[in-house]
């Protein structure tokens, strides 16, 4: 399977010359870091395994690009996550198994076959039907792939997944089958039942139990951002930047007074949220 250099893009020595920004010059670049002779000493003793955690990484760097609409550096990130799928390609093309151009070829027909809509006759009469369409069409590829194995409507949810990832696709494809709660309503009540039952394990002490019951809330806040529509990790990184926007006003503001904000008691601390939260509610 290995690919010879391209003559657009032509490796020489330790450099690189007359290298030409397409993906063949891209993929060549990711030979002569992995070359164990004359490549990138720490590329060339990666595995799977190491670069995996790199991957995951990159792609939660995309996200939070775009969330914060840099894009200049979207740019940089997606270039980086391109680089994730360029690495575990070459190595993979290194082990025999497959290359950077099957992974192409077998996207373009995944995204060719889910898409009779566009690349055929099929005709949705609405978005919610082209989703249930979508989900059948994913779970026909499951069957196709394992005819003998788990027949679970839960079969194939990757479990190296982040687990509010995992929780929402595991509530996702229960609903496939009816297992759903009919709205967000009472959603809301189990929120406000397990709140309580969480309750109780504060009290009580016992701290499986307390896991447990706090997995519990968690599960629920996940299956109530599902039926608001709301990606989870979205909400949070949303929340996540409003409370250290407002923390570090806080500590802008103490400074200005000539204060730590360390040294101040908890009600003080207090007033200079409450102060913030005014702040931005009158911009």
């Not at 198994?97 to 992974?103: A, I, P, Q």
């Not at 055929?120 to 059948?136: H, I, K, L």
Request: proline share 5%; aromatic share 8%; charged share 35%.
């Amino acid at each position: 399977m290995n690919q010879p250099f391209p003559p657009k893009g032509r490796l020489v020595g330790k450099g690189v010359e007359s290298i030409r920004p397409d993906i063949e010059s891209l993929l060549a670049i990711m030979v002569r870091l992995r070359d164990r002779e004359h490549g990138c000493p720490w590329d060339a003793k990666q595995d799977f395994d190491s670069i995996a955690p790199y991957t995951i990484e990159e792609a939660y760097e995309v996200a939070d690009a775009i969330q914060r609409r840099d894009f200049e550096e979207l740019r940089d990130e997606l270039g980086d996550l391109l680089f994730q799928v360029v690495f575990h390609a070459r190595m993979a093309e290194e082990a025999g198994h497959f290359d950077f151009h099957d992974v192409v070829a077998a996207l373009s027909d995944k995204l060719t076959r889910r898409h009779p809509h566009v690349f055929g006759d099929v005709r949705y009469a609405n978005v919610e039907e082209q989703s249930r369409a979508w989900a059948a069409l994913k779970a026909q590829e499951r069957a196709g792939k394992q005819p003998d194995g788990d027949p679970s409507a839960l079969a194939g949810i990757a479990r190296g997944l982040p687990e509010w990832r995992r929780a929402l696709q595991l509530q996702e494809r229960a609903a496939t089958v009816g297992f759903d709660w009919p709205g967000p309503q009472p959603v809301l009540d189990k929120l406000v039942e397990e709140i309580g039952e969480l309750r109780v394990e504060f009290a009580q002490g016992d701290r499986d139990k307390l896991e447990d019951e706090l997995g519990d809330v968690l599960f629920v806040l996940v299956n109530l951002a599902r039926h608001a529509k709301v990606d989870p990790a979205h909400a949070l990184r949303r929340a996540n930047a409003k409370f250290e926007r407002r923390f570090r006003r806080m500590e802008t503001l103490a400074g200005e007074a000539g204060e730590n904000l360390q040294g101040q008691s908890l009600d003080e601390q207090d007033a200079l949220w409450d102060r913030v939260k005014a702040e931005e509610r009158r911009r």
